[in-house]
């Protein structure tokens, strides 16, 4: 779908949220899987009772014109008075004008929800409806996650009979007395659904693999394995949130720098303990991963793609994925290498692990097409890092505001 570069988007919890400027109202948008959808009639699949309790002026509108069933109404909400009961009694009532819209295709129904603020532009009407006629339903549409991770136990059954596998809570599946996190390949499946065992089947067998390692491999001495560390991003969040006890230091764009030991056709990630039981420090360690960093693109150096005007390319990217190509604008070295061809400052986007773009600032459009891609891919890409754009320049990297 699409919708003007002026308004923010954010995703969380499968549900989109789309705020134009100036507070004016926000759209937000869900997509579920209803295995009866052909019984049901859409009209019953809005519970305004439920949504809107104090509701009035409620219709019937016009439904969205696209290769998809659909129905919508809109009303007004009373909002809730705030402050202390006694004087809740001689406040106004306040009401806020809302639309609600339900589109079916198949098993797929998608729900938008608007909400308006008192001084509302009426063009936001208009916009809004250009915005849900881009929506585009696939011909073979994605399982819900649920549907996702039965696939998932049932291909590990079958390719590995001999290790228990079963769903684990969030998202995850537990092979053994270990768990794999599915979000990632999930993602990846969401975008192409046809490649599901192509993307499922080298992840398991991989794990499987790790999960024959002994204490020597997975608890090394320093000397053994110090030549396979290597720095590794990782959004801010979700380090915070799922592995505190992984070796961490801060960086930029909600951003750390994680640290990983690289096998074969895989990669642990270094924990407090292990590095504890090393004697070494966390500057130790990044000090080290940077010399690792430098020297793994010096003996396979990485190939670059350019795009723009003949004097010059405006945006670089890298041609091949690698698990380390965003990770290279760490290394003050890589920075230098694509200021002497984009200039001084450029920004930069990382959407995932495997891949960045770089852009020059001397043209905005460019860079704001950037921005509108680097967000996109966020959204569908695996290994995801970050939406927003960072700000290269020689004393470093700093995340790009909006001056």
Not at 332 to 349: I, P, T, W
Request: glycine share 6%; aromatic share 10%.
């Amino acid at each position: 779908m699409g919708f003007p570069p002026t308004w923010a988007a954010r995703e969380e919890d499968g549900i989109l949220s789309l705020a134009p400027p100036d507070d004016v109202g926000l759209l937000t948008i869900k997509a579920t899987w209803v295995e009866k959808t052909r019984r049901a009639k859409l009209a019953d699949m809005i519970d305004l009772q439920q949504l809107f309790p104090q509701r009035r002026k409620v219709r019937r509108m016009t439904p969205v014109p696209i290769d998809a069933d659909s129905v919508a109404y809109e009303g007004e909400v009373r909002l809730p008075k705030e402050g202390p009961w006694w004087r809740r009694w001689f406040q106004r009532a306040q009401w806020r004008r809302w639309r609600i819209w339900v589109i079916r295709r198949g098993k797929i129904c998608l729900y938008g929800l608007l909400l308006l603020s008192d001084d509302s532009d009426p063009e936001l009407l208009t916009l809004v409806g250009m915005v849900l006629q881009t929506l585009q339903f696939a011909e073979t549409p994605a399982d819900p996650p649920e549907r996702f991770t039965e696939r998932v136990v049932e291909l590990a059954r079958r390719k590995f009979p001999a290790l228990q596998c079963e769903p684990a809570p969030d998202f995850q599946l537990k092979v053994g007395e270990s768990r794999i996190n599915l979000t990632s390949f999930y993602r990846s499946y969401v975008v192409s659904p046809e490649q599901f065992e192509a993307i499922v089947l080298p992840a398991l067998t991989t794990f499987v693999e790790v999960q024959g390692w002994g204490k020597d491999r997975l608890e090394p001495e320093w000397n053994d394995v110090r030549d396979r560390i290597m720095p590794m991003l990782y959004p801010a969040q979700a380090w915070k949130e799922r592995f505190a006890n992984f070796i961490g230091s801060d960086w930029v764009g909600g951003l750390v720098i994680l640290y990983v030991v690289d096998e074969t056709h895989a990669y642990w990630y270094i924990r407090d303990e292990l590095l504890e039981r090393w004697g070494r420090s966390t500057d130790d360690l990044h000090d080290i991963a940077m010399q690792n960093l430098d020297r793994y693109f010096h003996d396979s150096p990485m190939e670059l793609t350019g795009a723009g005007d003949p004097d010059g390319p405006q945006i670089l990217l890298p041609s091949r994925p690698d698990a380390y190509n965003s990770c290279r604008f760490l290394s003050s070295e890589f920075r230098g290498k694509l200021q002497e061809v984009l200039g001084r400052e450029f920004a930069v986007g990382m959407p995932n692990r495997d891949f960045f773009v770089a852009v020059s600032l001397q043209t905005p459009e460019a860079v704001e097409h950037v921005r509108q891609k680097v967000a996109e891919d966020f959204r569908q890409m695996d290994h995801p890092l970050t939406a927003k754009l960072l700000f290269v320049t020689s004393d470093g990297v700093s995340e790009l505001t909006a001056d």
